[in-house]
């Protein structure tokens, strides 16, 4: 099914959710994190949201969209996925400690939260000592378990729901590599019932908190993505004083998650205002997973 000015985002070549799906997120939550970073910790006026959503100046992501490329390449390395193999959850686990021990060295950290960055130096220990990157176990010595909460754990593991994914003791066990606190795997159970239009259709009124909590960002952001169109949805998104480029990512990600639209009605409308190492990022990204190494394009 199309319509003039392009194909349905978000439907694969069986008509099903499948890798088109995580196209459409993946690149809205990156839109909307970088939509959303100028008004981190800030109170946005309506003016100013209008002229963000209609500005033609360069927009950047900032960490919560490297940890969903964390997650990706972790998907593109891991191959074919079989959720049921312990062996492929191994191969995720390495590939995430490999993505994100990159990311720390590559110097561009873009705000990282200290529960992240803590493990994340964790792990780069722990590669130095020349040691499996899918042995790697998070310690509590030096990381502070009642802050890691964050929505780190809620970017990591988008791409997996997105997929189809389910809470299990493997997902778990992935998300805890970074993220530790029972409240953080309890919200990423939560995310899974908000990738249902039913869940999204049910949120009626605006919630409570800044987003800079797990729980917080995801109502949030439940709520946004109830919007009809990906504008509203970024609208909605942003509060007073809120952690708004994490809100904003989690809602345009799952805007398209929820959704069927053509690009030009899209948050991917958005892309080419995108700097250009981040939009090359990004899409690569993408067609990591959707067209993995040695497979015919």
């Not at 690009?263 to 690569?284: C, T, Y």
Request: with cysteine.
């Amino acid at each position: 099914m199309t319509r003039s000015g392009g194909s349905i985002l978000g439907m694969s070549h069986a008509g099903t959710p499948g890798i088109d799906r995580l196209r459409a997120v993946v690149l809205g939550f990156a839109v909307g994190d970088a939509l959303g970073a100028p008004f981190e910790d800030d109170s946005p006026t309506p003016e100013e949201i209008e002229g963000r959503l209609r500005g033609s100046e360069t927009i950047r992501f900032t960490d919560d969209t490297y940890l969903v490329l964390s997650t990706m390449r972790a998907l593109a390395e891991a191959g074919t996925p079989d959720w049921s193999s312990w062996l492929y959850w191994e191969a995720l686990r390495a590939g995430a400690v490999r993505a994100l021990v990159a990311w720390a060295a590559s110097g561009d950290h873009r705000g990282v939260g200290d529960t992240t960055w803590a493990a994340i130096k964790q792990m780069t220990d722990h590669l130095e000592r020349a040691r499996a990157p899918a042995a790697f176990e998070l310690r509590t010595h030096g990381y502070d378990v009642e802050r890691s909460a964050g929505n780190g754990i809620l970017s990591r593991a988008l791409p997996l729901v997105t997929l189809g994914v389910r809470g299990s003791p493997e997902l778990a066990r992935f998300l805890a590599l970074t993220h530790l606190h029972p409240k953080g795997h309890e919200v990423v159970d939560a995310m899974i019932c908000a990738g249902s239009r039913q869940a999204a259709a049910n949120e009626e009124s605006p919630p409570s908190g800044l987003g800079f909590y797990a729980p917080e960002a995801l109502a949030i952001a439940t709520f946004a993505a109830a919007a009809t169109t990906w504008e509203e949805a970024f609208r909605r998104s942003q509060v007073p004083d809120g952690d708004n480029d994490s809100t904003a990512a989690l809602a345009l990600g799952l805007w398209g998650l929820t959704h069927d639209a053509v690009e030009s009605d899209s948050p991917l409308s958005q892309l080419g205002r995108m700097a250009g190492a981040d939009r090359s990022l990004i899409e690569r990204a993408c067609e990591r997973v959707i067209t993995p190494p040695g497979a015919c394009p």
